[in-house]
């Protein structure tokens, strides 16, 4: 079942379309990311959503509730949606316990302890009660913007690039942190990000935005092994991208011969590998096979991300330069004479 459901929604700032007819329905109980490069309209449409904006076309439907169409709009504070902004946006005058406990109707022990289950909640110690915003790091804040947002017990939870301020080990803890939390509470959650590893990591849904428009939709793993077209393929990471010629389920390109899923589909097709599926061995020139050599290594610790050139292309517009992932510590160094093979299926553009 839906909790969320839009439909045709469009806005128009000025000049500026920042959405364009964009629809999307969010399970009940999911996490929905959407993701997509600053400017494509990912916040406008968090915004829209809270009840911060209003769109000029299409309608906004919670639970069944209609939120916005043509005739009426349900205003921010009679939503029931929580919103984490970006800066967490915590009153500076407050202390913790008075940002989370804000909203809250009740008063005396009850108050208090419905505080401290909260806090216990984003796991923040209860000796933080009385401080103030300035005396927390960038990662409690979070966890305070959010126990605040979950005292309303909403029906929908909006964070808006919520650890983009926290550095990579933290951001990495929070976002564990933050997704348990929700699933535990049951909450159907949206997360806006421009980190496409934290989208593929976070959502059970991911929804791919460009120019205000909504250009792909599903779950991670199918958005990354099967992208609509180059430019997603290319956002939710590494892709090398060859021409090819597809023949009964085989694509015949600078690599050779490599699988495809192409559906029956035969004729000139652009195809998509992931650096991880194309495997390296250090090999004498003369064995049979994809012949190459490494160009470039670029280490990264555990994994290490190598350039390597074609050594023989049959195609007449050659792709000599592409991108293989290896382990870290067996990458062969630049200059080493290599063999590629192919792990899996290639993607043909064009077929989903
Ligand atoms: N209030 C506004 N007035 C005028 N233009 C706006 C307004 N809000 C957004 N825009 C424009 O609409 C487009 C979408 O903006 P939006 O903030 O939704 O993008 P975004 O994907 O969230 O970007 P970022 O990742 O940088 O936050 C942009 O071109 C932006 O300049």
Redesign the pocket.
């Known amino acids: 079942m839906n909790a969320l459901e839009l439909l045709n929604l469009s806005k128009t ?2 000049a ?1 379309k ?1 959405l364009d007819d964009v629809s999307l329905n969010v399970p009940t109980g999911s996490r929905t990311v959407i993701v ?1 490069p ?7 449409l968090l915004r829209m959503i809270a009840g911060f904006e209003f769109p000029d076309r299409g309608s906004l439907t919670l639970n069944g509730q209609t939120l916005v169409d043509r005739t009426h709009a349900v205003p921010a504070y009679q939503r029931q949606i929580g919103y984490v902004p970006q800066d967490g946006a915590l009153f500076p005058h407050m202390t913790v316990a008075a940002n989370i406990g804000f909203g809250l109707a009740l008063t005396g022990a009850a108050r208090t302890q419905r505080i401290l289950e909260l806090m216990d909640s984003v796991a923040l110690d209860a000796n933080m009660a009385n401080r103030w915003p300035h005396e927390l790091s960038g990662g409690q804040q979070q966890r305070v913007s959010l126990a605040r947002a979950l005292a309303q017990q909403p029906r929908l939870m909006l964070l808006d690039e919520p650890f983009s301020a926290l550095d990579t080990g933290l951001r990495s803890a929070m976002r564990k942190m933050v997704a348990r939390l929700l699933e535990a509470a049951g909450v159907t959650t949206i997360l ?1 990000t ?1 980190d496409q590893s934290e989208a593929l990591s976070f959502a059970d849904q991911l929804a791919v ?1 460009r120019g ?1 428009r909504l250009v792909q939709s599903g779950h991670p793993m199918d958005l990354y092994r099967y992208p609509n077209d180059e430019q997603t393929a290319h956002f939710l990471g590494e892709a090398v991208v060859l021409p090819a010629r597809i023949e009964a389920g085989w694509a015949h390109c600078d690599l050779g011969q490599v699988a495809v899923n192409s559906n029956g589909f035969s004729g000139a097709a652009q195809i998509m590998l992931r650096p991880e599926q194309l495997q390296i061995a250090e090999v004498p020139t003369d064995s049979p096979g994809c012949h190459a050599t490494v160009t470039e290594r670029d280490f990264a610790g555990n994994t290490c991300t190598l350039t390597v050139e074609l050594s023989a292309s049959p195609a007449q517009d050659p792709v000599r330069s592409i991108l293989v992932r290896s382990t870290g510590m067996h990458a062969p160094p630049a200059g080493s004479a290599v063999q590629l093979s192919v792990l899996g299926a290639a993607h043909v553009f064009g077929l989903n």
């Open positions: 700032f000025g500026q920042a997509g600053s400017g494509s309209g990912k916040t406008t806006v421009h935005m205000g």
